[in-house]
Nanobody, 117 residues
């Protein structure tokens, strides 16, 4: 099994910054991709940012230029630096890990990010 533990969420004013961290542990053998998703109340979960083992990244259009994803392969950690936060960024943020030839997904428990106007 794989465990993902997120940290770094909280309450911040619009225009502020937060840094999310995700630590992966357990039966990790070939990570294809790690990423961050978010889910706001009444909405579907959506991809925020993803990063491959080769450090190729992709971002949701709504966060481009404001958020940066990075990873530490040696520590099985992934980070999300969020700058210029907006109230519409308010959501539960989930860490995701995809690994193996079966491309199996694992999820963290989520961390709440609330941006006040």
């Amino acid at each position: 099994q794989v465990q993902l533990v997120e940290s770094g969420g909280g309450l911040v004013q619009a225009g502020g910054s937060l840094r999310l961290s995700c630590a992966a542990s357990g039966n990790i053998f070939r990570i294809n991709r790690m990423g961050w998703y978010r889910q706001a109340p009444g909405k579907q979960r959506e991809l925020v940012a993803g990063i491959t083992s080769a450090r190729s990244t992709n971002y949701a259009n709504s966060v481009k230029g404001r958020f940066t994803i990075s990873r530490d392969n040696g520590k099985n950690m992934v980070y999300l630096q969020m700058n210029g936060l907006k109230p519409e960024d308010t959501a539960v943020y989930y860490c995701n890990l995809n690994q193996g030839s079966s491309y199996r997904d694992y999820w963290g428990q989520g961390t709440q990010v609330t941006v006040s106007s």
